[in-house]
């Protein structure tokens, strides 16, 4: 079936890093996705990965894939308070269309 | 500016009526969605036009009527509202899987 599923909560000290973790089940997913909610807001892409690779950084991201497990993850470095926010795993579910199905999303908390 | 827009953002109604959301997009995508986040923040896809046609169309009541008059528009009615029903709506868009979504700012609907 298709499911995504996140830890629900994070806490983490400013300027350590958080690392956000992530199950998938569709293993031909070609695409999977990480994004950010912040409050009253709308979701924002923050990036994503080929299944083809298993690592991507961009800036204070990176994302590991390992398909083996079906696992993903996102690292956020130097985690600001800024960072505060809902994040969400989605995958790309094989198929004539782009239909995503999403984790229900990890709370990062970011304190002093 | 370039986004999905979606209005209105707050709707409050009594049980019983009939509202209308509607979404546009000035990005030049083919494809909208809708999906609806629960008080939990759980996102569920609703429905799917690609070109306006309806390409997918998930377990949703029939009270919910997507309609797209053409590729830039996607708007939802929902008859009948149930208390149940309360939830934030949005809608998103997408050109290619390597991109993902572009989310709306969600409509915040309440029903009392």
């Known amino acids: 079936g298709e499911d995504v599923e996140q830890s629900l909560f994070l806490s983490v000290r400013e300027g350590d890093s958080s690392v956000i973790n992530c199950t998938y089940t569709d293993s031909s997913s070609t695409y999977l996705y990480w994004y950010k909610q912040e409050p009253g807001a709308g979701l924002q892409l923050l990036t994503y990965i080929f299944s083809n690779m298993d690592m991507k950084q961009d800036q204070r991201l990176t994302v590991l894939l390992n398909k083996k497990d079906k696992h993903l993850s996102l690292r956020i470095a130097d985690t600001q308070t800024g960072d505060s926010a809902i994040y969400f795993c989605a995958e790309s579910i094989t198929g004539g269309y782009n239909k995503l199905i999403f984790g229900a999303g990890t709370r990062l908390a970011v304190h002093p | 500016d370039t986004a999905v827009s979606q209005t209105p953002k707050y709707l409050v109604t009594q049980m019983g009526n009939d509202k209308s959301i509607k979404c546009e997009q000035n990005l030049g995508h083919d494809t909208m969605y809708w999906y609806k986040q629960d008080s939990k923040k759980f996102l569920k896809i609703m429905f799917s036009?690609?070109?306006?046609?309806?390409?997918i169309n998930e377990t949703v009541p029939n009270r919910f009527s997507p309609k797209s008059p053409d590729k830039a528009h996607l708007n939802l009615h929902i008859n009948s509202l149930e208390l149940g029903d309360s939830a934030v709506y949005f809608c998103?868009?997408?050109?290619?899987?390597?991109?993902?979504?572009?989310f709306g700012s969600g409509t915040r609907l309440t029903v009392v």
């Open positions: 036009y690609n070109n306006k046609e309806l390409i």
């Open positions: 998103a868009s997408s050109q290619a899987r390597a991109y993902g979504y572009t």
